[in-house]
């Protein structure tokens, strides 16, 4: 299959419906491995140390005209959350419970006790009939059939290379940039041509396609890609009556952590090690896309009919040669990156929604991210559609509304039956894990042993106490609900090496 670089397909000549242009346009502003406290805006009931170190001015201004999400949830791992994120199926039903890359390939590390189950490393796909994939109807589709001009930017990452699901213009997007099977970029910076050769060559999969004309300048990814998205917004509004959807994906601030020099200096002066100073740039560099799209919006007269959505696809990297020690990174949650802890799932989340959201307001109700596939849906008033999957994601609407609370007592799931490639770290949380939140309480089940940890989240953000021994009854109640969430969404689990079984579901052991 050949590579997507700047593609368009459905052209202009697309049928809109009469309705479409008193639909909103919608940006959704993704930033990948973004943790919870990576920014100047405290997501926490009071600042932190973390807090003061980043510079994000422009969530800032977000969150003043819009609504923090305090407690908004993914997945531990970029290619579960954002299968979710496109077909609003928990990550247990979809089976992609890892990253994916190249077709029919597993990205796990081996472990030594359990054999990791055959999760469907192919990713999502647009069509049934592709082997360990798991076929959907992406709500940017049903955006594009109702009028919507849709573009994708930055980082897919939703299936596997040479597979449908790796263009993500088979999901409904009307125009790709840059966007492949590759969920990280083997470059930032221009003057290594974002990962290829003198002869113009890919030297890995992760190079970032599509951006030739930036190559052999000083121009950074993040900058690149947020001049491209502009231009595609132009060349929208240009030509007239569809409202846009927006799906603008950074590729920050994954690794490699490279600095961008125009935010560097600063942050050395201020005392941050080289490693910390330059993943600061990649926040702040980050953070002036975000400025530069609302400044656009606000120059165009867009704004006031345009959702802006904010969020990350996992918890922030806590490990891979960023100092201070594993876990500080992101205090006070715990852990980051690849773990069922707080730090692996908790995300920073914003919603600025016109005439809708409250001006500098905070919902500390819980939401997952494949909530955003109603709500987009429900925020463009479509309200009848046919997908080939069933939707787990629940609407969040009624919140920024102030109609509703659908996380009252509402469980919420996650299932890494997988050994993510970041580390086996016991103490971290990553491992084989599966996980339920309901209401203020969450538990940990660890498949290789049967261990059970159960936190106070509201009084234990930190998830510092493992109560478990004091609440049998509330252990057993969340094993059970757990349990047979699992069994019926026909989740997976690792298999003992030991006795060639299954690893007991947590409400057996």
Not at 81 to 110: K, Q
Not at 132 to 159: D, M, W
Not at 183 to 206: C, T
Not at 309 to 329: E, H, I, K
């Amino acid at each position: 299959m050949k590579k997507p670089l700047l593609t368009t397909l459905t052209a202009l000549t697309a049928f809109v419906p009469a309705t479409a242009a008193r639909r909103p346009n919608i940006l959704l502003f993704m930033v990948d491995d973004m943790g919870w406290q990576d920014t100047s805006l405290p997501f926490h009931t009071e600042r932190t140390p973390l807090n003061e170190r980043f510079h994000t001015p422009n969530m800032e201004r977000l969150a003043r005209m819009g609504t923090q999400f305090t407690s908004a949830y993914a997945c531990s791992i970029s290619s579960p959350s954002r299968c979710s994120l496109l077909t609003g199926m928990n990550a247990a039903r979809h089976r992609v419970t890892n990253w994916t890359l190249r077709p029919d390939t597993a990205t796990d590390e081996d472990d030594p006790d359990v054999e990791i189950p055959q999760w469907n490393v192919n990713g999502i796909q647009p069509v049934a009939g592709i082997e360990r994939s798991a076929p959907a109807t992406s709500f940017v589709e049903l955006l594009r059939q109702n009028g919507y001009r849709t573009i994708h930017c930055g980082k897919a990452h939703f299936g596997a290379i040479d597979t449908p699901g790796a263009d993500p213009c088979t999901f409904g997007f009307d125009v790709n940039i840059c966007g492949h099977a590759a969920g990280g970029l083997a470059s930032y910076l221009g003057e290594q041509r974002y990962g290829h050769d003198a002869q113009g060559r890919p030297i890995s999969p992760f190079a970032v396609p599509g951006l030739e004309k930036y190559w052999d300048t000083d121009v950074f990814v993040t900058e690149a890609l947020t001049k491209e998205a502009i231009e595609a917004l132009e060349r929208n509004r240009e030509n007239g009556k569809q409202p846009f959807f927006l799906y603008m994906s950074h590729y920050a601030v994954h690794v490699p952590i490279q600095a961008d020099k125009r935010f560097l200096q600063k942050y050395l002066d201020a005392g941050l090690s080289t490693t910390e100073a330059a993943y600061a740039t990649l926040v702040e560099g980050m953070d002036k896309s975000l400025g530069d799209l609302m400044d656009y919006l606000d120059r165009t007269g867009q704004r006031e009919n345009t959702i802006i959505l904010f969020m990350s696809d996992n918890g922030g990297l806590s490990a891979l040669g960023r100092t201070p020690p594993l876990g500080v990174q992101n205090a006070p949650l715990r852990s980051g990156k690849g773990s069922a802890y707080e730090g692996g799932i908790r995300e920073p989340m914003i919603v600025c929604w016109p005439g809708v959201t409250a001006p500098g307001s905070t919902i500390d109700d819980y939401l997952i991210i494949e909530d955003f596939f109603p709500s987009i849906l429900e925020m463009a008033r479509i309200k009848k559609y046919k997908t080939m999957q069933t939707v787990d994601g629940v609407s969040f609407v009624p919140l920024l509304t102030g109609k509703g609370r659908p996380d009252r007592n509402r469980p919420l799931y996650w299932n890494t039956p997988n050994t993510w490639i970041g580390g086996n770290h016991r103490q971290e949380g990553i491992g084989q894990t599966c996980a339920i939140r309901r209401g203020d309480y969450k538990l940990v089940y660890w498949y290789k042993d049967g261990r059970k940890e159960l936190f106070n989240i509201r009084k234990d953000i930190g998830e510092t106490t493992d109560i478990a021994a004091d609440h049998p009854e509330l252990v057993a109640s969340l094993s059970a609900d757990l349990g047979q969430y699992l069994r019926r969404v026909n989740a997976q689990r690792p298999t003992l090496k030991a006795t060639g079984t299954p690893c007991p579901w947590p409400d057996e052991f």
